[in-house]
C-alpha cells in the first residue's frame, strides 16, 4: 500500500451505521423518522500530510484515492467519491482544510440499507475537521455530510441518516423532525432485540429508482399546492386533504403520495407507543409500514417481503419490516429476546429453502453517534 507522507501521530474516528425501526422515505419529504444508530460502524484513521493533498485507503478496496485541495475532485463512481466530496464540500462551506491521508475500515455491510455510506461520510468529516482544527455543530456536520451525497455523489438522500451518524445515543431510538432537525430520544424497551436480517440482494440508491420516488413527491407537491397553498412538502398533507384532491394526481403519485402522509402518522403513533414502552403498540405499526412501502411507494423487492412475511409469523416478533431507501438490503424485526434464537433460526431456514441463499443476520444494539476514538496509536 501507498504509504504518503505523514506529519503527524494518527488520530481515529469513528460513525455508526443505522436501522430504522419506521419512518422511511418522509425524510426528504419534511417528515419524520423513527432511527436508532446501531453497533456497526465505519473507522478512519488520518495522519496530517504536510502538502495540501488529501489520500485515503480502505481496508475493503485495493485502489488509493488522491487529490488536491482546493480543486473539485474527479468523479470516480466508488467509495472514494464519499471522501472526495465531503472534502469538496466542507471547502465549499468556507473551511481550511489541512491535507491528511486517511485510512478507512468498516464493518457495516455496504449496499445493505444501514447506511454504510453515511457513517463514511461522517467519519470522514470528523477526521478532515480534526486534524484540520475545526469544530462544528453536528446538525451542521450533518447537513453538509449529506450535501456531500447529493451534489457530488449524485443520491437526493435526506437527512436521516448523516442526523442519525452524528447524533446516535447508546440504547435510544431517536425520533427525528426532518424539517426543523429537532430529536426526541425514546429508550429501547430492555426485553426486545433488534434483529436485522440482510437479503444479501445489494442495493444502489445511485442507480435510479431512489431519486424517481423523490422526484415523483416533489411533482406531487407542485400539483397539490395549486390547491392547497401552504403546502411546500408532503409533509405538509394531512390524509384528508390528500383524499380530497386526489384527482389532481395520477393514480401512481396518489399511491405515493398516501404512503408518505400515512408513514408520517404511523412514525408519530410508532414513537408515542415506544414511549410508553409499549412494544406490542409499535409492532403492527411497523407491519403496517411494510405494506405501505412494498404496494404504495414499490421499493421493497421479492427477498425483504419473504424475510418480512417469515419474521412476522414467528411466535415473539412485534414487528417486521424492510428498513431504508429498500430495492434489496436489509429488514428490522423487533423480537422478544426470549425468542430470539428461534426467531434466528426459522428466518435462516426458510429464507434459504424459499429462495436459495443464507441470509446474514445481526443482532444489534442501539449505540452512540459519531466519536473521535480515545485509542489512538
Ligand atoms: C436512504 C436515504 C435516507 C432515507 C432512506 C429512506 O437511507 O439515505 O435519506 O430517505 O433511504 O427512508
Redesign the pocket.
Known amino acids: 500500500m501507498l504509504s504518503p507522507p505523514e506529519t503527524s501521530p494518527f488520530r481515529a474516528f469513528s460513525a455508526p451505521g443505522r436501522i430504522?425501526l419506521i419512518?422511511?422515505?418522509?425524510?426528504?419529504n419534511g417528515g419524520f423518522?423513527l432511527p436508532a444508530a446501531i453497533d456497526m460502524a465505519t473507522s478512519v484513521t488520518i495522519a496530517a500530510r504536510a502538502d495540501r493533498r488529501i489520500s485515503a485507503s480502505a481496508e475493503k478496496f485495493s485502489e488509493v484515492v488522491e487529490f488536491p485541495i482546493g480543486v473539485e475532485p474527479l468523479r470516480r463512481g466508488d467509495w472514494g467519491d464519499y471522501v472526495a466530496g465531503v472534502a469538496w464540500i466542507l471547502q465549499g462551506a468556507g473551511l481550511v482544510l489541512q491535507g491528511g491521508h486517511l485510512r478507512i475500515e468498516s464493518d457495516v455491510p455496504l449496499g445493505a440499507?444501514l447506511?454504510s455510506?453515511?457513517a463514511l461520510e461522517v467519519a470522514v468529516a470528523l477526521a478532515l475537521l480534526g486534524i484540520s482544527g475545526i469544530e462544528m455543530d453536528r446538525r451542521k456536520l450533518a447537513s453538509l455530510c449529506?450535501r456531500a451525497?447529493n451534489d457530488f455523489v449524485g443520491?437526493r438522500?435526506?437527512?436521516?441518516?448523516q442526523l442519525t451518524a452524528c447524533m446516535g445515543r447508546q440504547d435510544h431510538a431517536l425520533l427525528l423532525d426532518c424539517r426543523s432537525l429537532e430529536i426526541k430520544y425514546l429508550p429501547i424497551p430492555a426485553q426486545v432485540r433488534l434483529a436485522v436480517c440482510n437479503s444479501m440482494v445489494k442495493h444502489n440508491?445511485a442507480s435510479g429508482g431512489?431519486n424517481q420516488r423523490r422526484a415523483e413527491c416533489d411533482e406531487a407537491v407542485a400539483a397539490l399546492s395549486r390547491f392547497l397553498p401552504n403546502v411546500t412538502q408532503l409533509r405538509d398533507v394531512s390524509m384528508e386533504e390528500l383524499e380530497r384532491n386526489s384527482s389532481s394526481l395520477s393514480a401512481t403519485a396518489f399511491r405515493r403520495c398516501r404512503h408518505v402522509v400515512g408513514e408520517n402518522q404511523r412514525t408519530l403513533a410508532a414513537a408515542e407507543a415506544l414511549g410508553r414502552n409499549d412494544v406490542a403498540g409499535l409492532g403492527p405499526l411497523m407491519n403496517e409500514s411494510h405494506r405501505s412501502l412494498r404496494d404504495d411507494y414499490e421499493v421493497s423487492c421479492a427477498e425483504l417481503d419473504i424475510l418480512v412475511e417469515l419474521a412476522q409469523s414467528h411466535a415473539g416478533v412485534y414487528g417486521s419490516r424492510m428498513t431504508?431507501?429498500?430495492f434489496g438490503g436489509c429488514t428490522i424485526s423487533v423480537v422478544d429476546e426470549s425468542a430470539i434464537e428461534s426467531f434466528q433460526q426459522a428466518v435462516r431456514e426458510g429464507y434459504a429453502r424459499r429462495t436459495g441463499v443464507m441470509c446474514e443476520i445481526y443482532i444489534c444494539q442501539a449505540a452512540a453517534g459519531a466519536r473521535e476514538e480515545v485509542s489512538a496509536q
Open positions: 430504522n419512518g422511511d422515505h418522509t425524510d426528504y423518522a440499507g447506511s455510506s453515511a449529506q451525497e443520491v438522500c435526506g437527512i436521516m441518516d440508491l431512489y431504508g431507501g429498500g
